[in-house]
Nanobody
Framework: QVQLVESGGGLVQPGGSLRLSCAAS????????MAWYRQAPGKQRELVAS???????NYADSVKGRFTISRDNAKNTVYLQMNNLKPEDTAVYYC??????????WGQGTQVTVSS
């Protein structure tokens, strides 16, 4: 059974930090690159960061130097450390395999709100 459970979001002031976690079912996690995506109100979902099974990472230009993606293969969990948050980072954050595909299952996401 597919399982993606995101957590760790919240309300934070500009310049603050949050750490997101995503627990994935082993069948998804073990053999796939994973990624964090986000969707802001009125906008399309976008790729934020990705990590291969071997730990190679890539980031959207808008988050480079501020966000760090990592994975714990023993726990089937992927993380997103977000530092120096900006109001434009406000969105619902999701994790999933990378690349995704039409009809892919999505979890409920976790809301991140950056506001003073």
């Amino acid at each position: 059974q597919v399982q993606l459970v995101e957590s760790g979001g919240g309300l934070v002031q500009p310049g603050g930090s949050l750490r997101l976690s995503c627990a994935a079912s082993g069948s998804i996690f073990r053999f796939n690159a994973m990624a964090w995506y986000r969707q802001a109100p009125g906008k399309q979902r976008e790729l934020v960061a990705s990590i291969t099974t071997g730990g190679n990472t890539n980031y959207a230009d808008s988050v480079k130097g501020r966000f760090t993606i990592s994975r714990d293969n023993a726990k089937n969990t992927v993380y997103l450390q977000m530092n120096n948050l900006k109001p434009e980072d406000t969105a619902v954050y999701y994790c999933n395999v990378h690349p995704t595909y039409a009809g892919a299952y999505w979890g409920q996401g976790t809301q991140v709100t950056v506001s003073s």
